[in-house]
């Protein structure tokens, strides 16, 4: 069992900055690997960024790259995803997830996690 929680979320002006933070806790979590994903209303969960925990390796969807950039802190069982240059269609609600490094599913479905936070609101005014 994995248990994550998010926070860091809120309200931010476009071009502003935001990080979140995943706090992971569990006998197993270095078996799994993080990803974030977010949803806004009326629209469906999708891939934002996902690290590995031993391996550092990063993914991004290409909507943020270049302007979001996720990081971990093993000491501490954390991942971040530091959010720049913020945009009005990046509000939604921002998920962590966690995904066993076994699994057969792709870091980008969000099918292949097993563990989820309850999630954190981010809202970019224009």
């Known amino acids: 069992q994995v248990q994550m929680v998010e926070s860091g979320g809120g309200l931010v002006q476009a071009g502003g900055s935001l990080r979140l933070s995943c706090a992971a806790s569990g006998r197993t979590v270095r078996s799994y690997t993080v990803g974030w994903f977010r949803q806004a209303p009326g629209k469906e969960r999708e891939f934002v960024a996902h690290i590995s925990w031993s391996g550092g390796n990063t993914y991004y969807a290409g909507s943020v790259k270049g302007r979001f950039t996720i990081s971990r802190d093993n000491a501490k069982n954390t991942v971040y995803l530091q959010m720049n240059s913020l945009k009005p269609e990046d509000t939604a609600v921002y998920y962590c997830?966690?995904?066993?490094?076994?699994?057969?599913?792709?870091?980008?479905?969000?099918?292949?996690?097993?563990?989820w936070g309850q999630g954190t609101q981010v809202t970019v005014s224009s």
């Open positions: 997830a966690a995904r066993p490094i076994t699994g057969s599913g792709s870091y980008y479905s969000f099918k292949a996690y097993t563990y």
